[in-house]
Nanobody, 125 residues
Framework: QVQLVESGGGSVQAGGSLRLSCAVSGFTSSRHCMGWFRQGPGKEREGVAHIRFDGETSYADSVKGRFTISVDNAEKTLYLQMNSLNVEDTAMYYC???????????????????WGQGTQVTVSS
């Protein structure tokens, strides 16, 4: 059974940084997409960053240049380094993972079926 457990959220002032982690277990596919999503108060869930098994990354325009997604395959942990945070980044952040077949999609267009429980990020001005 696939389990994803996020950690690293918290409260920070605008301009600060946080690093989110997502520990993945029970996920054995070597071909996969992994991603970070967020849902702010009164907003729809949005994809923030994605990383494909071959290292291809993609980011939402709102976080480009500020956020970096990475994965430690040995530790089976997905990370999201968030710098220059602003109040609009306040949200519940979720990690997700999905195995892939032979077709290699853009992960930003991928449907994810394995989700973590979320970690709250609050940015104050």
């Amino acid at each position: 059974q696939v389990q994803l457990v996020e950690s690293g959220g918290g409260s920070v002032q605008a301009g600060g940084s946080l690093r989110l982690s997502c520990a993945v277990s029970g996920f054995t596919s070597s071909r996969h997409c992994m991603g970070w999503f967020r849902q702010g108060p009164g907003k729809e869930r949005e994809g923030v960053a994605h990383i494909r098994f071959d290292g291809e990354t993609s980011y939402a325009d709102s976080v480009k240049g500020r956020f970096t997604i990475s994965v430690d395959n040995a530790e089976k942990t997905l990370y999201l380094q968030m710098n220059s945070l602003n109040v609009e980044d306040t949200a519940m952040y979720y990690c997700a993972a999905e195995p892939l077949g032979w077709i290699i999609p853009l992960c930003a267009n991928q449907n994810y079926n394995n989700w973590g429980q979320g970690t709250q990020v609050t940015v104050s001005s």
